[in-house]
């Protein structure tokens, strides 16, 4: 498993995008020291608006995952069904995949009390299975931890760029 060293490293930023529509998860994280996005958290807990409301994940109540973690949400959680998918399943996998990035090595042990990630978390309005919701988004998130150590060389972006696609375009016009 890739081992990171933060020390001197900038904040780094990375995405996923894991499982089937419409119980995909695609998360984009920022991971960092404490003191490089502690005023990131602080600003996004203290500035909600409406229908986007950003929290910091748990494995249970009272019991934070570690590093702490930002959930933030990017689409308006407007009906009971979404606010419940983006509170509930993907909220816990978000907190399952932080813990398991952490106990698998893909962040350092220091990272636990040092560090903190902002994850900012799609998830589908037309989401319809919470345990898919819930293990795609613990999936991504460590994905997304990898990704922002480990990304794609050159070559692959160039591959990539030479036919942009996504689940929702097919790259063919």
Not at 24 to 40: F, I, K, Q, S, Y
Not at 79 to 85: D, F, G, K, N, Y
């Amino acid at each position: 498993m890739l081992r990171v060293r933060m020390e001197g490293l900038p904040v780094r930023i990375g995405e996923a995008f894991v499982g089937d529509v419409p119980n995909n998860a695609h998360p984009n994280v920022m991971v960092g020291r404490r003191e490089e996005l502690g005023a990131t958290i602080a600003q996004s807990l203290a500035s909600p608006s409406r229908d986007h409301v950003s929290f910091m994940a748990v494995l249970r109540p009272n019991v934070m995952v570690k590093p702490d973690t930002l959930f933030v949400n990017k689409v308006a959680t407007v009906t009971p069904e979404i606010a419940r998918m983006t509170w509930g399943p993907a909220q816990a996998g978000v907190a399952r995949g932080v813990h398991e990035a952490l106990a698998e090595g893909i962040l350092p042990p220091d990272a636990a009390e040092n560090w903190v990630v902002v994850a900012a978390v799609w998830v589908n309005p037309l989401a319809d299975d919470p345990q898919k919701v819930e293990a795609n988004n613990r999936l991504a998130i460590k994905a997304a931890l990898l990704n922002a150590f480990d990304p794609p060389a050159q070559t692959v972006r160039d591959a990539a760029a030479a036919s942009a696609a996504n689940p929702f375009y097919s790259g063919e016009t």
